[in-house]
């Protein structure tokens, strides 16, 4: 299994830009049909802010890192994504305490965290229609996979799918949380936007695990 540590780490947070920046036009569609429409800018704001820093970010241990994602996205960033985003990063720095890695069992950690954070911070349950969704359906994929005994690839293409799954979902769900639950439809037959870039992320995040094993 390979294992992330904080330069790859680093390059996983390049790449997830890499997609959100791409998908510029799209993703901000998505939120002016549901939402405000800044959720794209929002989001490219934190990584642009965050990878400014990069030459610090390359010396820190990686639950220093983790705070520093935490911190940036909390003051840099606009909007609900900012805050959630913020929470989950402070609380993956809390949960990797003395851990210098990802591995096949911090990959739980790794969703548990960020789900239980943002679920007590946005007061948001899984079936809301938010970012949670992909989140919380790659956290179930991997700890099936995990007591089926799946290791390695096959996990991370259970994160994949998972994530995946619970992005696609969003579309059928009505909002309770959020600018979409407003709206008379509450978004219904809408993808949520911070679903869509929280699945880039996932993608990216078991795409960059994948390259490491095979390194
Ligand atoms: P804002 O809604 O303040 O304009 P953004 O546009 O950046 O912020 O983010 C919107 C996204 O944030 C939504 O698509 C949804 O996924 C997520 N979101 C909003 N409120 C919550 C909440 N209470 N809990 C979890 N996620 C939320
Ligand atoms: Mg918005």
């Not at 680093?10 to 049909?33: P, S």
């Not at 929002?42 to 010396?59: D, P, Q, R, T, Y």
Request: aromatic share 8%.
């Amino acid at each position: 299994m390979g294992k992330m540590g904080v330069d790859a780490y680093i390059e996983y947070l390049e790449e997830a830009h890499c997609l959100i920046y791409e998908n510029r036009d799209y993703v901000t569609r998505l939120d002016a049909e549901t939402g405000d429409g800044d959720h794209w800018a929002n989001m490219n704001m934190g990584f642009e802010k965050l990878l400014a820093k990069k030459e610090s970010l390359v010396s820190m241990e990686l639950p220093e890192l983790f705070r520093e994602c935490g911190m940036t996205m909390m003051s840099g960033v606009g909007g609900s994504a900012g805050v959630l985003y913020g929470s989950a990063y402070l609380a993956l720095a809390k949960a990797f305490a003395g851990r210098e890695f990802i591995d096949d069992a911090g990959i739980a950690l790794y969703l548990n965290a960020q789900a239980e954070a943002i679920m007590k911070r946005g007061k948001v349950k899984p079936g809301n229609k938010t970012m949670l969704d992909p989140l919380y359906e790659a956290k179930l994929a991997v700890d099936r996979a995990m007591e089926q005994g799946f290791h390695g690839a096959s996990l991370l293409s259970a994160l994949r799918d998972g994530a995946d799954k619970g992005m696609r979902a969003t579309a059928d769900m009505p909002a309770c949380k959020g600018r979409a639950c407003y709206r008379p439809d509450k978004g219904v037959g809408h993808l949520d936007p911070g679903a869509v870039t929280m699945e880039y992320q996932l993608r990216t995040f078991a795409d960059k695990l994948l390259e490491e094993e095979s390194e």
